[in-house]
């Protein structure tokens, strides 16, 4: 065993060491940790990593490429024995993995499995190619190259198109610790939205009066319209430029996330699927709902579902109908009158009386399953005029997808 390590030679034995920690190396080895990025040059010369600027942009189920190349300031350096490592930031002081490779050896963690390959467009192309992308991966990724002494990293950010949504459930405002809210986005099928997503769609109207918490740990709310009771007409709670005339972001700072308690801003993205109106002969108690819809193949619509639809798929509908949650909303694209307001958006009649008050329901149905048959229940179309009690096939209509 002596004289084989002695053949072996240093560059071998670091490559086999890393052979047996691509294999053995459980996915959250790396949590928890700082991470220290540094390039140390030799007569080799350093290896420099490149990614691209700014950020990429997908939305979900959408397939995407990270981009990283790498390169040494010595021409002669081959790429042999090179790890290539991605990982994700969960936060500051912490990442998970996301895949390494050492020459053939590949292996994706976690949910990235079957998901993220190399590109392989040739020598010195780390770039990571994700398919089915999903919410949870929007974030800032770490691509890191390391040769024997030699490394160096560079960041890339993956941003999704989509739509934040303001939250809070049915036992009222200001009940959800940080951890509730986090669970209160995904069952209406969304994530925490970021203080970045936020601002975007506080610079694309969004204006609501009342905090919630981010995925970062922050509490913040978006004022378009300065208003007294939201915050005054400006100051020091602001941001985002706008100055006292135009609103801006009002923050509450980092908050105890365990005691303290606010409503959520979400995010959503594409919808695999699509949302329809089912207007029944006659409206149904919140019990009906769901029966409803199973009938048509399909399931209740999440809260998420229906401001995705609205938004990306451009579902327009003046009738209030039931919700996953127990809430009664409508869409609006095209303001009119008699229809919530003059600014497009999602109408909220919040959680009306589960037994006492009759809607109709706003139906999800996934990809793949058959389009309801005209007849029975009668259907709603996304364009406001619409049609019910099978006057149309809803088979005709194509959602937009984005």
């Known amino acids: 065993m002596v004289c084989a390590r002695a053949a072996l030679g240093p560059g071998a034995l670091w490559a086999a060491a890393w052979g047996v920690l691509l294999l053995t190396a459980p996915a959250g080895a790396q949590r928890g940790r700082k991470k220290v990025v540094h ?92 398919r089915n992308v999903t919410l949870q991966d929007y974030g800032r990724y770490e691509c890191e190259v390391t040769n024997e002494l ?64 981010l995925r970062d740990g922050s509490v913040q709310y978006p004022v378009n319209r300065p208003r007294e009771p939201c915050g005054g007409l400006g100051g020091t709670g602001s941001a985002g430029g706008g100055g006292d005339a135009n609103g801006g972001l009002r923050n509450y700072g980092y908050r105890h996330n365990a005691e303290e308690r606010y409503d959520a801003f979400c995010f959503t993205s594409n919808l695999p699927g699509r949302v329809f109106f089912l207007k029944p002969l006659r409206p149904v108690p919140f019990s009906g709902a769901a029966r409803a819809c199973a009938a048509r193949g399909a399931a209740v619509a999440k809260v998420g579902q229906l401001f995705a639809a609205w938004k990306l798929q451009l579902l327009d509908r003046c ?19 008699r229809c919530g307001g003059r600014r497009p958006g999602v109408r909220s009649l919040g959680f009306p009386d589960a037994t006492r008050r009759l809607f109709g329901v706003y139906c999800y149905r996934a990809p793949g399953a058959p389009d309801p048959a005209p007849g029975g229940w009668g259907w709603g179309w996304a364009g406001g005029g619409g049609w019910a009690g099978g006057a149309r096939d809803p088979a005709a209509w194509t959602p937009l997808h984005v």
């Open 39 to 130: 390039v140390l040059e030799g007569e080799s010369g350093s290896v420099v990593v490149q990614t691209a600027p700014g950020q990429v942009v997908s939305h979900r189920g959408g397939t995407i490429v990270l981009p990283c190349r790498y390169h040494y300031e010595a021409a002669a350096h081959g790429h042999d024995g090179v790890r290539l490592k991605w990982t994700k930031v969960v936060d500051p002081l912490a990442f998970t993995d996301v895949f390494v490779a050492l020459g053939p050896q590949h292996r994706a963690f976690g949910s990235y499995r079957g998901r993220a390959e190399l590109q392989g467009d040739g020598p010195g192309d780390a770039s990571l190619v994700l």
């Open 319 to 337: 009738t209030a109908g039931w919700l996953a949650d127990g809430s009664a909303r409508y869409p609006i694209v095209n303001p009119r009158a």
């Open 150 to 213: 030699e490394d160096d990293a560079g960041m890339v950010k993956l941003d999704l198109e989509g739509v934040v949504f303001p939250y809070h459930p049915r036992g009222g405002r200001y009940k959800l610790t940080f951890a509730e809210a986090q669970r209160a986005c995904a069952e209406q099928d969304g994530i925490l939205a970021s203080a970045e997503q936020l601002h975007a769609a506080w610079r694309d109207g969004l204006d609501w009066c009342n905090a919630g918490w």
